[in-house]
């Protein structure tokens, strides 16, 4: 029983994560052969939000009015961990200028989505388990590109607040050792509901999805309940609390992990550097421990294995390899860029921002309007950005196994490509032992923050009597 309180309330190890959001991307393709997405879905509830609040079809113009079923799922299962873990995340405080960051990130990130044909999500999480070409290079442009957007923030002096999560356990411990920079945005004295901007923004926040909520529940919606019927509904609001429990115990979010493996070579051999930044212990010792990373590659991995069973076994064609977005083009290679300014300034990616959404965290709450302001530009031009972004493909293939003319090849290259995969997560589980001086076990089977003091206290302190690790 002890046990069991214990996983309810603390954070989990990064790797859990990974199952968790793995299972739920598996669950999506089993039933509908394609992988989770939401970049669209945030722009067809825009539209029917708009609709149904002013009667007006101004979104209406590129998406239709929908709902997106795992999208809410993920909100709600972050309001689940805040539940049972005690701690909605609304007492920490952000600097004015870190909250306009978020919007304008917000903003640059689905703008885009809409150049790069799909969020990180789709690219990073499902793209990459499909072995689309397209999102390979989204990805690799993404690991420079997020690599000059966080010299830019911490640049602007917010490094400190790029985490992978945050708890208050944490901030008072880290406080009390002398980590300042960790326990950025706790103040004993601030009342979030005092907050005239956070209370607007959780106002427009609950008008929004509570609209969409009546619109879903409705008949006209593709995706309403009565469209789906009860069955679809549930797997799909069930796909949302498995990924949203598992990215919100502990912080998974592409815009942190696929900084990871660069940021781990170089703080090993350069920490100072990015002491000068400001970067916090924990992102530091995050990075050097290669635990976002080593989670995205177990959900990629997972996700991978069922497609390569459902395409070979089954004749299921592979995700993302029939629409014009799917061919590599020079849309995808600026949208990357966008999504990684978008994903440092808004602290994490889409899917992560909607988990923070349900943790309460004010950044995403302010990157909510962000995103709608974003797709304005779309609105107006889609027919030109789409056939500017999209109409000339750089290749006439979209999947590495089309690079071989017959099957066996497909096979081959397929079956490398795993092997690979897999390669990438020893390597990563490696170079995590050797940047946290941890053994595998002990830096994979607590959560990050608490096995991190441990190793501050151990390389750097004698014990105190204010300095107890007791949560």
Same mark, same amino acid.
């Given at each position: ?5 214990? !996983? ?6 990064? !790797?859990?994560?990974g ?15 394609? &992988? ?24 209406q ?37 870190a ?17 790069a044909?799909?969020?990180t ?15 390979l290079?989204v ?21 400190y607040?790029?985490k ?6 944490y ?96 703080? #090993? ?10 970067v ?24 991978n ?32 860029v ?18 923070r959404?349900?943790?309460g ?7 909510l309007?962000?995103?709608a ?14 056939? !500017? ?12 196994? #089309?690079l ?14 795993l092997?690979?995969l897999?390669? &990438? ?14 053994p595998?076990?002990e ?13 501050f ?15």
């Amino acid at each position: 029983m002890k046990d069991m309180e214990r !996983w309810l309330r603390w954070q989990w190890p990064f !790797w859990v994560s990974g199952v968790f959001v793995g299972l739920a991307e598996v669950l999506h393709y089993v039933r509908h052969h394609t &992988f989770i997405t939401f970049t669209t879905s945030i722009g067809q509830m825009f539209a029917g939000a708009e609709m149904l609040l002013f009667g007006t079809t101004f979104f209406q113009k590129a998406f239709q009015p929908d709902i997106n079923w795992v999208l809410l799922g993920v909100i709600f299962g972050a309001f689940l961990v805040a539940l049972a873990e005690k701690e909605f995340r609304s007492w920490v405080r952000y600097e004015r200028r870190a909250l306009f960051l978020s919007f304008l990130g917000a903003a640059l990130f689905s703008f885009g989505t809409r150049l790069a044909g799909g969020c990180t999500t789709h690219h990073v999480l499902g793209g990459l388990a499909a072995m689309n070409i397209a999102s390979l290079v989204v990805t690799g442009v993404m690991l420079a590109s997020a690599l000059i957007a966080l010299a830019v923030y911490a640049r602007l002096g917010l490094a400190y607040h790029f985490k992978p999560q945050e708890s208050l356990w944490y901030a008072r411990q880290a406080r009390a050792l002398g980590l300042d920079d960790d326990a950025i945005g706790f103040d004993e004295n601030y009342r979030p509901e005092r907050d005239t901007l956070r209370r607007s923004l959780l106002g427009l926040a609950l008008l929004f999805f509570g609209t969409t909520l009546v619109g879903g529940l409705g008949k006209t919606w593709p995706h309403s309940l009565f469209s789906l019927g009860p069955a679809d509904f549930l797997l799909l609001l069930f796909i949302g609390l498995l990924a949203g429990i598992g990215v919100a115990k502990t912080g998974f979010g592409t815009g942190c992990g696929i900084m990871t493996p660069e940021l781990s070579i170089m703080l #090993q051999r350069r920490e100072p550097a990015f002491l000068r930044l400001r970067v916090n212990y924990l992102t530091r010792n995050m990075f050097m421990g290669m635990f976002p990373f080593t989670a995205i590659l177990v959900a990629i991995i997972m996700l991978n294995v069922a497609v390569l069973i459902g395409w070979l076994v089954y004749g299921i064609p592979l995700p993302a390899s029939r629409e014009p977005r799917d061919f590599l083009t020079v849309g995808h290679v600026l949208g990357a860029v966008l999504m990684a300014f978008g994903s440092v300034f808004m602290l994490g990616c889409e899917i992560r921002n909607y988990m923070r959404l349900g943790l309460g965290y004010t950044t995403a709450l302010a990157a909510l309007p962000g995103f709608a302001l974003g797709y304005v530009p779309y609105v107006f031009f889609k027919a030109s950005i789409d056939r !500017w972004a999209w109409g000339r493909p750089f290749l006439a293939i979209t999947s590495l196994p #089309q690079l071989a003319a017959d099957p066996a090849g497909q096979r081959a290259i397929a079956f490398l490509y795993l092997a690979l995969l897999l390669a &990438f997560l020893l390597a990563s589980l490696a170079l995590g032992i050797r940047g946290t001086g941890l053994p595998l076990r002990e830096a994979n089977s607590v959560a990050l923050e608490r096995v991190m003091l441990k190793k501050f206290l151990r390389g750097h302190l004698t014990f105190q009597p204010g300095n107890s690790l007791k949560g």
